[in-house]
C-alpha cells in the first residue's frame, strides 16, 4: 500500500502545513489542500482526513482561515478556505520557529555543521 | 475574547455548521473516489476507498462539534434526550428505579426536613446568635418552695431555667451593662374568647423589653413595650400570625379589638410576624403574648409572682457587643447568688446555685433534647432504605448494561469513545436520580407529617414545623446526586467495558457476563438483603413492643368510659362556684340515661399527667427542712396522688381490697385516704392497712393531722402502661382546696360511649355555657393516643422494612431471572442428560437462597448493633431480642424463596429441544 514512502507529520506542523498551502494557493477546499500537500511533497506527507478537517476547524475557530460556499470547477457546491491577515501573521511566528527548529535538529544530527 | 464570541455563534448555530461538515466531507469522499477512478480502480473499489481514507465521518463529526463550543452542555442535552427515550422504553425499569429510589430519598428528605426543623433551625429573632439561655445549678437542696417548667434533679443536684420574678429583676437591673435580660412564661392552655366565643389556646406571658430585645416587628399594630408590662398598665395583648388568620381571618382591624384571656378582658395592640413562634420549647406557638405583670391577673390560681419562693420567670439574654459569655455569666452567678440568699437564709453559706449560660438562639433545650433520639433513629432506618434502594438500582442498571451490550457495541463501534458512554450511562443514572428526587420531596411532604407523632411531636407542633422549604430541596438535590454516583458509577464503567467483537457477534453467547460482573451483581443483591436485616428486625421489635404494651393490664375496665374535661379556674370560677358546678355536672350525669355511672379525678388516667409527692409513715422522721438528706428521703418516699369523689372506684371497677372507698360524711372529718396496694406494700409491708396513719408532704406545718386510710384498691395504672403501677394514695376532692386546673370526669355508658358524647355535651352546656367541654374522647381512645408515638413508629418502620424487603426481592428476582436466561442452554443440556425438573428448580432456589445466607450473614450483626439504638422504646422484650432475629432472618429467607419461584418455574419448563436448538 505504499505506506514506507509515507511520512508521519511531527506534531503541530499540520496547521502550518495548511496555512502555508492557504498562502500559496489563495482560495481552496479541503480536498484542494490535502492533495496540494501530497503533490508538493511528492507523495511523502499524506494528509489524513481525520485530521486535516478537524485542523481546518480549529483554525477557523482562531481566527486565522475564513471559510465560505463556492462552487467548484465542476459546479458542485464546495466549502472554501482562505487565510485572513491573523493567520498570515502566525504562519510567520510558525515558519521562523520551524526554521530553529530545523537548524537545531541538523546541528545535532551533524555537529561538523556546528562549529563555525 | 473573539475566540469566545466565535464560539458562542458556533454553538448557536451548531446545527448548521454538523450539516456544512457532512456536506464537504461527502465532497471530499466524491472528489477522492473520483481521482482514484482516474487511477484506473473500478468505481466500487474506488468509492470503498475513498470512504475508508475518510475514516470514521460519526467520530470527525463528533470531535469538530465539541471543538466548536460547549461540548459537555451539548452533548449533556443529547445524552439526557437520548436517556429520556431510553427510559420510555423499558418503562417497568424506569418505574422500578424511580420509585425505589424516591421511597429512599422522600424518607431521608423528611427525616431532614423534622431535624432542620426541630434541632437546627434558629428562632426568627435578631442576630439569634448573640442570644443565651440562663439556667441555675444547685446541690440537691432545693431553693425554692415552687416551680414552673422544667427541672432536672439527681443525686448531684438541681437545675433549671426557671427563676424566680425577684431573681429576673435583679438580671435585669444589676447586669445592664452586660447582657439585656427578657423574661417570659409559658401560660399552656387559656380560654381565648373574641366576641364572646370561646376556645382553647395557647398563651406566653413576657417580659416589657421582649419584643424590643429580640428585635421582633409586628406586622401589624405595635408590639408589647414597657408601659404595658406595668401592674397598672391597660391590659394589652399581641397575637400570632396563625391566631390571627384563625380568628380574625386576616382582617386589619384586628388591632384594637377585645381579647378575653381567662376572662379578662385584653386590647389587641398588634400582630406577630408569621415566622415568629415565640422563644419556649421547639414546637410551641403561643396564639397570645400578654405582659409579664398580666399574669396575675390570667392565672390567678398559680403561687404569687412576685414571691421569691416561686420560680417559674424564662429567661433569654443577648450579650452586649464586646461582652464574653463568661463575664456576663460571672455577673449574673453574683446576682443570683445574692437574691437567693435575701429570699432563703437557710441555704447562704453553701449551697446556693449558680448560672451557666448556653447559646440561646434556638430557643429552649429540653424537649429538642428529648427528640433528638427518635429523630436519629428515624434517620438510621431512611438512610438503610436510601442505601437498599442505591443497590437496587445499581443491580439494575447492571443488568441493563448486559441487556444492552449489543447496543453499547454498536455505539463503541460507530466510533463513541469509552469515556463518552460512560458519560451516556451517568447521565442516564442522574435522570433516574433526578426523577427519584423529584417523587422523593413530593414524598418527604407528606412523609414528615406522618413522622411527627413517630418522634414525639404532639399535633400543634406539626403544622409549625414540617414542610418542604429551600434547605430540604437542596437536601433532596445532595442526596440524589449522591445517590446517582453511589449507584451509577460501578455500572456505568462495568458495562462500558465492552468487547466489540463479543458484542456483536450473533447468538447465545452474546454478552455473557464475566466472572467479575456476576460476582458484582451478587454482592449488590446480597447487600440489599444485608441492609435489609436491620430494617425488618427493628420493625419486628417495635411491633413486638407495640403488642406488649396493647396487652398490658391496666387494672380499671378502659371499655364503655367516656372521658372529657373542663377548667372554671380558667372562666373565673372561684372556690364555691367550682364545687356547685362540678358536684352539679356530676349528679346531672348520673341522671342521664344510658349512664351507668359518673366520677371525677384531677388527672386522666394514662394521659402522662399526675400529682406526685411524698408520703412515709408518721414514725419515719423527715430530714430537717434544708438538710442535705431531704432530697434522698423525699426520693425513696415518692407517691402519686389522685384526688377523687365517692364513686370513683364503682365507676372506673377498680376493686377494692379492704376497707371502704370514700363517703359524703367524710367531707368535714379528719384526713383520709385510699391507697393501692403497691403503697400499701411500701409504707407497711401487707396490704392489710385499714386504720393506719400515713404522713403526706416532706415540709409539713406541725400541727397538721396525719391521714388515716380507709381503704385499700387493687393496683391499676395511672400515667402511662409502660411504668410499673406506682405507689398511689387517692385523696378525696371534698377534703382538699378546689381544682385550681382541669378536671376530668369519667363516664361509664351502658352502650357505646362515644354515642353520648352529644348528650354529655349538652349536660354541661346546660350548666353554664361558658365553661368550654375539651378533651372529650372514650378511655380507649385515651390509650390509644397515649400509645401513639409507639405506634406510628412501629408503623412508619414497618412500612419502610415493607419497602427494603420488596425492593430486595426486586433485586434478587431480577437476578435470578437473568441467570436463568442466560443458562437456558446449559439447563436444556442437563435436561436432555436426564436431570429431573426437581433438580433444576433446586439449582435456581440454591443460588437465591446462597446468596440470601451470605446477605443475611453480614446482615445479622448490622440488626444486632443496628437495633440497640432501639432499646430505650422497647418494652417487655429483651435487647438484641434472638427470637425476633430469627423471625426476620426467617422473613428474609421466605422472601427468598418467594423472588425465586417465578425464574425457579421459568427453568424447569424449559423444554430441552427448544433450548438447544437456539
Redesign the interface.
Known amino acids: 500500500m505504499g505506506r514506507t514512502s509515507r511520512q508521519e507529520l511531527l506534531p503541530g506542523t499540520l496547521d502550518m502545513l495548511i496555512l502555508k498551502t492557504l498562502a500559496t494557493g489563495g482560495v481552496m477546499h479541503g480536498y484542494g489542500v490535502a492533495e496540494h500537500i501530497r503533490r508538493v511533497s511528492r507523495d511523502v506527507l499524506q494528509v489524513e482526513e481525520g485530521s486535516l478537517y478537524p485542523a481546518l476547524q480549529r483554525l477557523q475557530l482562531q481566527g486565522l482561515v475564513k471559510s465560505e460556499w463556492g462552487h467548484s470547477a465542476n459546479n458542485r457546491r464546495a466549502r472554501y478556505y482562505r487565510l485572513t491577515p491573523a493567520g498570515r501573521r502566525a504562519l510567520g511566528d510558525a515558519q521562523t520557529s520551524f526554521g530553529r527548529l530545523l537548524e537545531a535538529i541538523g546541528r545535532v544530527m551533524d555537529p561538523s555543521r556546528s562549529t563555525e | 475574547m ?2 469566545l464570541l ?2 458562542v455563534r ?1 454553538f448557536l448555530r451548531r446545527d448548521r455548521l454538523d450539516e ?2 457532512r ?3 461527502a ?2 469522499v ?3 473516489a473520483q ?1 482514484l477512478e482516474a487511477e484506473g480502480i473500478p468505481a466500487d473499489e474506488a468509492r470503498r476507498r475513498a470512504a475508508v ?4 465521518v460519526t ?2 463529526r463528533e ?2 462539534r465539541d ?2 463550543g460547549f461540548p459537555t452542555l451539548d452533548s449533556i442535552v443529547q445524552d439526557l434526550r437520548y436517556g429520556a427515550r431510553v427510559l420510555r422504553r423499558s418503562p417497568a425499569f424506569a418505574v422500578v428505579a424511580v420509585v425505589s429510589l424516591g421511597l429512599g430519598i422522600g424518607a431521608a428528605a423528611a427525616v431532614f426536613s423534622l431535624s432542620d426543623a426541630v434541632l437546627f433551625r434558629t428562632l426568627a429573632v435578631r442576630d439569634p446568635e448573640s442570644l443565651v439561655l440562663l439556667r441555675w445549678h444547685s446541690g440537691p437542696v432545693a431553693p425554692f418552695n415552687s416551680l414552673n417548667g422544667y427541672g432536672q434533679q439527681d443525686e448531684a443536684g438541681m437545675s433549671s431555667t426557671s427563676f424566680s420574678y425577684a431573681a429576673y429583676e435583679a438580671f435585669r437591673r444589676d447586669a445592664a451593662q452586660l447582657i439585656d435580660v427578657v423574661g417570659f412564661a409559658d401560660l399552656y392552655y387559656a380560654n381565648l374568647a373574641v366576641d364572646g366565643r370561646a376556645e382553647r389556646g395557647t398563651a406566653h406571658a413576657v417580659s416589657g423589653n421582649y419584643f424590643e430585645v429580640l428585635g421582633v416587628r409586628p406586622s401589624l399594630g405595635r408590639a408589647l413595650a414597657e408601659p404595658d408590662d406595668r401592674v397598672d398598665a391597660a391590659p394589652a395583648a399581641v397575637i400570632s400570625d396563625a391566631f390571627w388568620r384563625r380568628r380574625f381571618g386576616a382582617a386589619a382591624d384586628a388591632v384594637g379589638r377585645s381579647l378575653d384571656v381567662n376572662g379578662v378582658r385584653f386590647t389587641i395592640a398588634g400582630v406577630l410576624p408569621s415566622a415568629f413562634h415565640g422563644t419556649g420549647q421547639v414546637g410551641t406557638d403561643p396564639d397570645v403574648y400578654v405582659p409579664l405583670a398580666a399574669k396575675r391577673l390570667v392565672v390567678p390560681s398559680d403561687d404569687p409572682p412576685m414571691d421569691p419562693n416561686f420560680w417559674w420567670v424564662l429567661t433569654v439574654g443577648r450579650l452586649k457587643p464586646g461582652v464574653t459569655m463568661e463575664a456576663a455569666r460571672g455577673a449574673l452567678d453574683v446576682i443570683l447568688k445574692r437574691s437567693v440568699a435575701a429570699a432563703r437564709p437557710s441555704l447562704a453559706g453553701a449551697g446556693l446555685p449558680g448560672v451557666a449560660l448556653e447559646p440561646g438562639g434556638r430557643g429552649q433545650t429540653e424537649e429538642r433534647a428529648s427528640l433528638r433520639d427518635p429523630l436519629w433513629t428515624m434517620g438510621l432506618i431512611a438512610m438503610l432504605v436510601l442505601l437498599v434502594a442505591c443497590a437496587n438500582v445499581a443491580s439494575l442498571l447492571l443488568a441493563r448494561g448486559r441487556a444492552r451490550v449489543r447496543e453499547l457495541s454498536v455505539r463503541a463501534a460507530m466510533g463513541g469513545s469509552r469515556w463518552r458512554i460512560v458519560r451516556q450511562l451517568l447521565t442516564e443514572a442522574s435522570l433516574v436520580a433526578a426523577l427519584g428526587g423529584i417523587l422523593g420531596v413530593v414524598l418527604a411532604q407528606w412523609l414528615s407529617r406522618a413522622m411527627a407523632p413517630a418522634i414525639g411531636l404532639d399535633a400543634d407542633a406539626v403544622t409549625t414545623l414540617t414542610g418542604v422549604d429551600a434547605r430540604v430541596l437542596l437536601f433532596a438535590v445532595c442526596v440524589a446526586a449522591a445517590a446517582a454516583l453511589l449507584f451509577g458509577v460501578l455500572p456505568a464503567f462495568r458495562s462500558a467495558d465492552v468487547r466489540l467483537s463479543a458484542g456483536l457477534q450473533e447468538g447465545g453467547r452474546t454478552g455473557t457476563p464475566s466472572r467479575k460482573a456476576r460476582a458484582l451483581s451478587g454482592a449488590l443483591v446480597a447487600a440489599q438483603i444485608a441492609l435489609s436485616l436491620p430494617l425488618v428486625a427493628g420493625a419486628g421489635l417495635l411491633v413486638r413492643s407495640l403488642w406488649n404494651l396493647q396487652r398490658v393490664d391496666v387494672g380499671f375496665d378502659a371499655s364503655h368510659l367516656l372521658l372529657f374535661q373542663v377548667d372554671p379556674s380558667l372562666s373565673g370560677y372561684d372556690e364555691v362556684r367550682t364545687r356547685q358546678l362540678i358536684d352539679g355536672a356530676l349528679e346531672r350525669l348520673r341522671a342521664t340515661p344510658g349512664v351507668v355511672g359518673a366520677s371525677l379525678s384531677n388527672h386522666k388516667l394514662l394521659s402522662n399527667s399526675a400529682t406526685i409527692g411524698v408520703a412515709s409513715r408518721p414514725d419515719e422522721v423527715a430530714p430537717a427542712e434544708g438538710s442535705a438528706d431531704l432530697p434522698a428521703f423525699e426520693r425513696r418516699h415518692l407517691t402519686w396522688q389522685l384526688t377523687v369523689d365517692e364513686r370513683f372506684f364503682e365507676t372506673m371497677r377498680i376493686p377494692v381490697r379492704h376497707g371502704r372507698t370514700f363517703a359524703a360524711a367524710d367531707a368535714g372529718g379528719p384526713p383520709v385516704a385510699v391507697i393501692n396496694a403497691t403503697l400499701a406494700r411500701r409504707l407497711f409491708g401487707t396490704t392489710e392497712a385499714v386504720g393506719r396513719l400515713m404522713r403526706t408532704g416532706s415540709r409539713r406545718r406541725p400541727g397538721t393531722p396525719d391521714t388515716t386510710i380507709i381503704g385499700v384498691v387493687a393496683d391499676s395504672h395511672y400515667t402511662n402502661v409502660r411504668s410499673e403501677v406506682p405507689a398511689t394514695a387517692y385523696l378525696y376532692y371534698r377534703q382538699l382546696p378546689v381544682f385550681k386546673s382541669a378536671v376530668t370526669f369519667e363516664v361509664r355508658t351502658a352502650g357505646a360511649p362515644s354515642a353520648l358524647a352529644g348528650t354529655v355535651r349538652e349536660v354541661m352546656r346546660g350548666l353554664d355555657r361558658n365553661v368550654p367541654v375539651f378533651g372529650m374522647l372514650t378511655q380507649d381512645e385515651q390509650i390509644r393516643s397515649l400509645l401513639r408515638q409507639e405506634r406510628v413508629f412501629a408503623t412508619l418502620s414497618s412500612l419502610l422494612a415493607g419497602i427494603g424487603l420488596l425492593l430486595s426481592a426486586i433485586g434478587l428476582y431480577g437476578l435470578l431471572a437473568y441467570a436463568v436466561t442466560q443458562r437456558t442452554p446449559e439447563i436444556g443440556i442437563r435436561m436432555a442428560l436426564g436431570a429431573e425438573r426437581r433438580t433444576v428448580l433446586w439449582m435456581v432456589l440454591r443460588q437465591s437462597l446462597v446468596l440470601t445466607a451470605i446477605g443475611l450473614a453480614a446482615g445479622v450483626p448490622a440488626a444486632v448493633f443496628g437495633t440497640s439504638v432501639l432499646d430505650a422504646m422497647l418494652f417487655g422484650l429483651p435487647p438484641r431480642d434472638a427470637i425476633t432475629m430469627s423471625i426476620a432472618a426467617l422473613v428474609m429467607l421466605a422472601t427468598a424463596v418467594a423472588a425465586a419461584a417465578i425464574p425457579a418455574r421459568r427453568a424447569a419448563r424449559v423444554d430441552p429441544l427448544v433450548a438447544l436448538r437456539t
Open positions: 473573539t475566540t466565535r464560539r458556533a456544512a461538515l456536506e464537504e466531507l465532497q471530499h466524491a472528489w477522492r481521482a481514507s475518510v475514516g470514521n467520530r470527525l470531535e469538530s471543538m466548536w
